[in-house]
């Protein structure tokens, strides 16, 4: 079963945190593809990452501007961990639950997923979909609650095949 996490970028990779200590240190808040990820955010994604074998689909906004390509370029310049397999359809940003349903609709693979946003709105998603949302704190996006959470989830009942 292929494990999906569905990632929004602004309030979970991009803090406030993160730009307050950037414009502190008189730092460079952007680069070419946009807000710069912050990077302790990005390590707690890894850890979900390497716990649980995840692929990444990017349901934020910044799908709409750069796209799978450019999104994946961003990734691989900015040396970010994981695979990002797709982008949700634009078909409504306003409720990402449709973009994530038509997604997984497409996906050949029956999937175990998980939601990373930090949306205050439960309405943005489909009611079947809100034991799959981690929800985070726009100032400090992932954090270690949510690692645990995540990979604690997404390994639920994962039968280890080596003791098969």
């Not at 309030?11 to 307050?20: E, P, S, Y």
């Not at 946009?34 to 799908?63: M, R, Y």
């Not at 979909?129 to 981690?134: A, G, N």
Request: with cysteine; hydrophobic share 40%.
């Amino acid at each position: 079963m292929k494990k999906v996490i569905f990632l929004d970028f602004d309030g979970v990779m991009v803090t406030d945190r993160h730009l307050i200590n950037l414009t502190a240190t008189n730092s460079l808040l952007r680069d070419k593809y946009g807000a710069k990820f912050d990077p302790v955010c990005a390590e707690f994604l890894k850890q979900i990452i390497d716990n649980t074998g995840a692929d990444i689909v990017v349901t934020s906004t910044w799908k709409i501007q750069l796209g799978l390509n450019g999104i994946q370029q961003m990734w691989n310049a900015r040396h970010l961990p994981g695979n990002v397999i797709g982008v949700t359809p634009d078909i409504d940003p306003i409720h990402r639950g449709n973009e994530i349903t038509a997604w997984l609709n497409v996906c050949s693979e029956e999937s175990r997923y998980v939601i990373i946003d930090d949306t205050p709105f439960t309405d943005f998603f489909r009611e079947e979909q809100l034991e799959f949302l981690f929800r985070v704190d726009e100032r400090i996006g992932i954090d270690e609650s949510t690692v645990r959470e995540v990979v604690e989830y997404l390994n639920e009942n994962v039968i280890d095949s080596k003791y098969e």
